[in-house]
C-alpha cells in the first residue's frame, strides 16, 4: 500500500530563505508526482507535475525533484516571501486513476 | 478560461438528510475526481470518473456515490449524513486521466 509521508509539518522561517520541502513515498512504481498548495480554507492550487521519467521540474522560483529509486521528491522555493505562506502537499500518483496525498507542510513566511 | 468550479460552497445539513454537491471540470477536461479532506485523515480519494463511468472508487461506505453527464459535469451524493462527513469536498479534473489535476475552490459540508 503506497504511503506518502512529509517532513516537516510546519516550518517558520523569515523572508528572503531558500527552503526544501521534502516528501517520501513507500512504492516506487509511480505513474506521476505532483505538488500544490493550500490556502486556509481554499482548494488546492497546482504547482509542478513531475513524470515518473522525468528528474525534475521547475516553474518561476519552484524546482521540484523526484527520486524514484529511493522515494523520494524535494520542492525547492528560492527566496521566500510571505506570500508563500500556505500548505504545501505532495500527492503521488501510483496509476492514472487517483492520488494518493501526504500530510502536508505548513509554512510560514515571515517579514 | 474557468477553472474547475463547484457548488455550493457552503452547506449545513441535520444527520439523516441527503446532499448533493456538483462540480464543473474546466472546459476539454473529461476526468473528474472526488476527495474529502478532513483535519483527521487528510485528503482522501473518494471516486473517479471518465467518459460517465467510474474507473475507480476510494474506501468509502456505500452511501457515498456519484455520476458523470455527458458534458463531464459530475456530482456526488451522500445519502444518510453522519456527523463524520463534515468536511471539505474537493473536485479534481484532468484532460485525460493521469495528467494535471486542477482543483476546485470546493464545497465545505457541515452535518449537524
Known amino acids: 500500500k503506497q504511503e506518502v509521508t512529509q517532513i516537516p509539518a510546519a516550518l517558520s522561517v523569515p523572508e528572503g530563505e531558500n527552503l526544501v520541502l521534502n516528501c517520501s513515498f513507500t512504492?516506487?512504481?509511480?505513474?506521476?508526482l505532483q505538488w500544490f498548495r493550500q490556502d486556509p480554507g481554499k482548494g488546492l492550487t497546482s504547482l509542478l507535475l513531475?513524470?515518473?521519467?522525468?528528474r525534475e521540474q521547475t516553474s518561476g522560483r519552484l524546482n521540484a525533484s523526484l527520486d524514484k529509486s529511493s522515494g523520494r521528491s524535494t520542492l525547492y522555493i528560492a527566496a521566500s516571501q510571505p506570500g508563500d505562506s500556505a500548505t504545501y502537499l505532495c500527492?503521488?500518483?501510483?496509476?492514472?486513476?487517483?492520488?494518493?496525498f501526504g500530510t502536508g507542510t505548513r509554512l510560514q513566511v515571515f517579514p | 478560461k474557468a477553472g474547475v468550479t463547484q457548488t455550493p460552497r457552503y452547506l449545513i445539513k441535520t444527520r439523516g438528510q441527503q446532499v448533493t454537491l456538483s462540480c464543473s471540470p474546466i472546459?476539454?477536461?473529461?476526468?473528474v475526481s472526488w476527495y474529502q479532506q478532513t483535519p483527521g485523515q487528510g485528503l482522501q480519494f473518494l471516486f473517479e470518473?471518465?467518459?460517465?463511468?467510474?474507473?475507480n472508487k476510494g474506501n468509502f461506505p456505500g452511501r457515498f456515490s456519484g455520476r458523470q453527464f455527458s458534458n463531464s459535469r459530475s456530482e456526488m451524493n451522500v445519502s444518510t449524513l453522519e456527523l463524520g462527513d463534515s468536511a471539505l469536498y474537493l473536485c479534481?479534473?484532468?484532460?485525460?486521466?493521469?495528467?494535471?489535476?486542477?482543483f476546485g475552490q470546493g464545497t465545505r459540508l457541515t452535518v449537524v
Open positions: 479534481a479534473s484532468s484532460r485525460p486521466p493521469g495528467t494535471e489535476a486542477f
Open positions: 512504492d516506487s512504481a509511480i505513474y506521476n
Open positions: 513531475i513524470q515518473s521519467s522525468q
Open positions: 500527492a503521488v500518483r501510483p496509476n492514472t486513476d487517483k492520488l494518493i
Open positions: 472546459s476539454g477536461h473529461r476526468s
Open positions: 470518473y471518465f467518459s460517465e463511468t467510474q474507473r
